[in-house]
């Protein structure tokens, strides 16, 4: 049987959808999608990997616009591939949405920005976060920089707040917010540990009510615990 490594979970319109990374008995790795019809697991067509003898990993997903739409990492060098599901099967979206085809890219997050999807990624195994926006069937970069600060990051998270890109990532173990201004990407506030003193990671982003949460693990020695913070 099918081992799932790894899944996520959006309401498109008001169905649920679940995409996940399934290694089958012979080690390929194969990204599907259900939704849930009000009784059971319904699959939506196939396997969504280009090429289904290349590693698959990392799928996310999102409504845009009352469809969902697939993200993950396919291939070695690792690339950003994106689909979505028109009814009757899956669409690429455009092709390359990272920087660079010889780039390695790793953990994407899909999000609507405004009717419009865009996903932030991180180049390389602990690189720069970027965020790449969809138009006319081309991925392009959203700003001329990467939205992190340097240093080392962890997996970003993408959120809709008002139409405007809002990204949290943890970088030098901070978890950091900023959102993108029309031209630069700008730091909201310093950092959003409960205690910038300890470590703080894996934050996911959503917005309540107009405004940004996150919601971040932070750690101090032997000892882990979730939290939640509110820009204002």
Known sequence: ????????????????????????????????????????????????????????????????????????????????????????????????????????????????????????????LSGPVWVSRLANNVWSTVGSSAVSNGGATGAPSLADVGGVPYVSWSESNQVLIKHFNGSAWVQDGTNANEDSSTSASSPALRSIGGTPFVAFTQTSGLYSAVFLSEFS
């Open 1 to 124: 049987s099918d081992t799932v490594k790894s899944a996520s979970i959006a309401a498109v319109g008001t169905t649920p959808y679940v995409v996940y990374n399934a290694q089958e008995p012979s080690l390929t790795n194969l990204i599907f999608v259900k939704h849930w019809n009000g009784s059971s697991w319904v699959a939506d067509g196939g396997a969504l990997n280009v090429d289904p003898t290349k590693l698959a990993q990392q799928p996310t997903i999102a409504d845009v616009g009352g469809v969902p739409y697939v993200a993950w990492i396919e291939g070695l060098p690792g690339q950003v591939v994106v689909k979505h599901w028109d009814g009757s099967a899956w669409v690429r979206d455009g092709g390359l949405v990272g920087r660079n085809a010889a780039d390695f890219n790793t953990l994407p997050s899909i999000a609507s920005i405004a009717g419009v999807p865009e996903v932030a990624f991180n180049e390389g």
